[in-house]
């Protein structure tokens, strides 16, 4: 199983091969569906916070005597009924969005959509990518530019949705402050590749096969 390999100008550079264990995975909607419904409930934060007649501020003495004024009784004005009361059944903070995925779960449900994605030709092989010592934007512009000349690829520079995934074999700080200014794109080490985020990047460029496809089988 062989892929093409380009530089970072968009020409080809040769051929690299893909590890079965991980780009022949059939498609399956549900198993992805499961794992990436739970992750993003799993990195919910419940901000939302009421407070409940014994949290809100005041209204510690009866506000009128119980008869004999003609109004209704009432025994504190922290009740939900009064203006500035508690809150009855409101949210908390307390709320546990999380929901548990084992690792073999995660592990499949990424292969198949590495899978999918190499199917459908939105999977991309850079041999390395040279922006020099300083961090310069332009050149990592330059390089989706250049990919976007390839036949599949025409919509990498966009520069609006996520749009491309970039996989380094190792950390490199140089190339992600390159890319940093660039909304639609997002750099990361192979290794810390997840379902989410190459379920939401239309485009997964994996720079320095060798180093990224090994992370990456080391999983199965």
Same mark, same amino acid.
């Given at each position: 199983?062989?892929?093409?390999? =380009?530089?970072?100008?968009?020409?080809?550079?040769?051929?690299?091969?893909?590890?079965?264990?991980? %780009?022949?995975?059939?498609?399956?909607? &549900?198993?992805?569906? /499961?794992?990436?419904?739970?992750? /993003?409930?799993?990195?919910?934060?419940?901000?939302?916070?009421?407070? *409940?007649?014994?949290?809100?501020?005041?209204?510690?003495? +009866?506000? !009128?005597? /119980?008869?004999?004024?003609?109004?209704?009784?009432?025994?504190?004005?922290?009740? @939900? $009924? !009064?203006?500035?009361?508690?809150?009855?059944?409101?949210?908390? +903070?307390?709320?546990?969005?999380?929901?548990?995925?084992?690792?073999?779960? +995660?592990?499949?449900?990424? %292969?198949?959509? #590495?899978?999918?994605?190499?199917?459908?030709?939105?999977?991309? %092989?850079? &041999?390395?990518?040279? %922006?020099?010592?300083?961090?310069?934007?332009?050149?990592?512009? *330059?390089?989706?530019?250049?990919?976007?000349? #390839?036949?599949?690829?025409?919509?990498?520079?966009?520069?609006?949705?996520?749009?491309?995934?970039? $996989?380094?074999? &190792? /950390?490199?700080?140089?190339?992600?402050?390159?890319?940093?200014?660039?909304?639609?794109?997002?750099?990361?080490?192979?290794?810390?590749?997840? @379902?989410? *985020?190459?379920?939401?990047?239309? =485009?997964?460029?994996?720079?320095? @096969?060798?180093?990224?496809?090994?992370?990456?089988?080391?999983?199965?």
């Amino acid at each position: 199983m062989e892929a093409t390999l =380009y530089n970072q100008e968009g020409k080809e550079s040769g051929k690299v091969a893909l590890p079965r264990s991980v %780009f022949s995975t059939p498609w399956n909607a &549900d198993l992805v569906h /499961q794992v990436v419904t739970s992750m /993003q409930s799993s990195a919910r934060e419940p901000w939302a916070d009421a407070k *409940d007649r014994a949290e809100v501020r005041g209204g510690g003495i +009866k506000p !009128w005597k /119980q008869k004999g004024t003609g109004r209704a009784r009432h025994g504190s004005i922290r009740s @939900p $009924l !009064w203006r500035h009361g508690g809150v009855t059944h409101g949210p908390l +903070k307390e709320r546990n969005y999380i929901r548990k995925v084992n690792k073999g779960m +995660k592990t499949k449900a990424l %292969f198949s959509i #590495l899978s999918q994605k190499m199917k459908e030709g939105e999977l991309l %092989f850079v &041999d390395s990518f040279d %922006f020099g010592v300083t961090p310069k934007t332009k050149r990592a512009v *330059d390089s989706l530019t250049a990919f976007s000349k #390839l036949p599949g690829y025409e919509k990498i520079a966009y520069k609006k949705g996520s749009r491309a995934l970039v $996989l380094l074999g &190792d /950390q490199n700080s140089n190339l992600a402050k390159s890319f940093r200014n660039i909304k639609s794109a997002k750099v990361d080490e192979a290794r810390n590749i997840n @379902p989410v *985020d190459a379920l939401q990047y239309k =485009y997964i460029v994996i720079e320095n @096969p060798e180093k990224s496809l090994k992370h990456l089988a080391a999983r199965a």
